[in-house]
C-alpha cells in the first residue's frame, strides 16, 4: 500500500494507481452514505453500488457491532485495510481476487471509529447463479445440448473444488467462503474469492483444523440444479488438489457432513436436519424448464442470488 493521505480525521491509501484522490474517494463515501440505499447490509457492514469513471464499483463500510471486536481494531489495522492487505498477497500468490481501488480508516486514539474499502466489480457472475443457469438451460435442452450443458456444470463444479484447494495449498483460509463469495469469472471461468475481512493466512498448506469450515461454509446452502453427487465431485476435485489419498478423503468426509447438518439446524432453523440425512436435507427444487430468465440477471458481489438468499443471511 501507498503511504496515506491524512484528511482530518481520515486516512485514506490509494491502492491502485489512477483510482482517484483522497478527497473524491472521501466524497464518495460519504455521498453513499447519506444518500443512497445499501446493495447489502450485514451485521458489521454496509455494501453500496456506484459508478466511478465509467465502472462499477463497490464500497464496503464498517461500523462497530460487538465491544470485543472494537478491543481488536486496538491492536490490529481496521478491516478495510486488512482487505487491502490480504487482497494483495491473494493477487500476487495468483488467487483471482477484485481489486482493491482504495481504502480508508478513521481513529479516535487507538480505537477505529470509521473504515471502508473500496474495489472494483468482477467481470463474472457467483457460482450458484451460473450453477442454477445451467440447470435451467438443461431442463428445456434437447439431449445433445443437454449432454453438453452436464459437462460444463461438471467443469464449474471441479474447478471451484480444486480452487479451494488450491487456496488451502497457499496457506489461506477465507473468512466466509459462502456461494455469493465464490465467483465464476472472465471467458475461461475462473474462480474468484470474495470478502476478505476475515480471511487469513498462515504457512503452506493451511491445517485441516482450521481449512475445513471452508468447506462446511460452502455446503450448507442449498443451491438450485446442485445435488449430492454435485458435492462430492467438488470434495473429491478438493481432495485430489490436496494430494490425499483416498483413504484419507473418506475419513474427513463424515466430519464435514455431520457439520454441516448441524449448522442447517442451528443457523437455518432445520429442526428436523438430522433426521432428514444429508441428501434430502441438501436437496433444492428440481428447475423447470425455459425459465433461464431467472437467473439472467447477475448480482452485485455483495447481494446473494435469490436461490441461497434466505439461507445467507446468518453467516458462519
Sequence with gaps: MTDPVCIGRWRVWGVASGSGTADTWLALA??????????????HAATYRAVVDGRDVYLKRYHRYRWHTVVKDTLRPSKARHVARVSAVLTAAGVRVPAVLAVA??????????AWVAT??????????????????????????????????RRVLTALGAAVADLHGRGFVAGDLVPTNVWVTGATGTIAFLDHDRTRREPAPARWR???RNLVQL??????????????RVYRAYAAGRGWTPAEARRRLP????????????????????ELG??????????????????????????????????ERRRR
Design 30 to 43: 460519504e455521498r453513499l452514505a447519506t444518500t443512497t440505499t445499501p446493495c447489502h447490509r450485514s451485521k
Design 105 to 114: 480508516e478513521q481513529r479516535r486514539g487507538p480505537v477505529v471509529v470509521d
Design 120 to 153: 472494483a466489480a468482477l467481470d463474472g457472475v457467483p457460482v450458484a447463479d451460473r450453477l442454477a443457469d445451467l440447470a435451467y438451460r438443461r431442463a428445456a435442452a434437447a439431449p445433445a445440448e443437454a449432454r453438453a450443458l452436464l459437462v460444463a456444470k
Design 210 to 212: 482450521g481449512a475445513r
Design 219 to 232: 455446503n450448507r446452502v442449498v443451491l438450485t440444479g446442485v445435488v449430492a453427487t454435485d458435492r462430492a
Design 255 to 274: 466430519w464435514i457432513i455431520a457439520k454441516t447438518i448441524a449448522r442447517r439446524r442451528r443457523f437455518d432453523g432445520v429442526a428436523d436436519a438430522g
Design 278 to 311: 444429508f441428501r434430502r436435507l441438501m436437496r433444492a427444487p428440481a428447475p423447470a424448464a425455459a425459465t433461464a430468465s431467472a437467473v439472467a440477471t447477475a448480482p452485485s458481489p455483495t447481494t446473494p442470488s435469490p436461490a441461497v438468499a434466505a439461507t
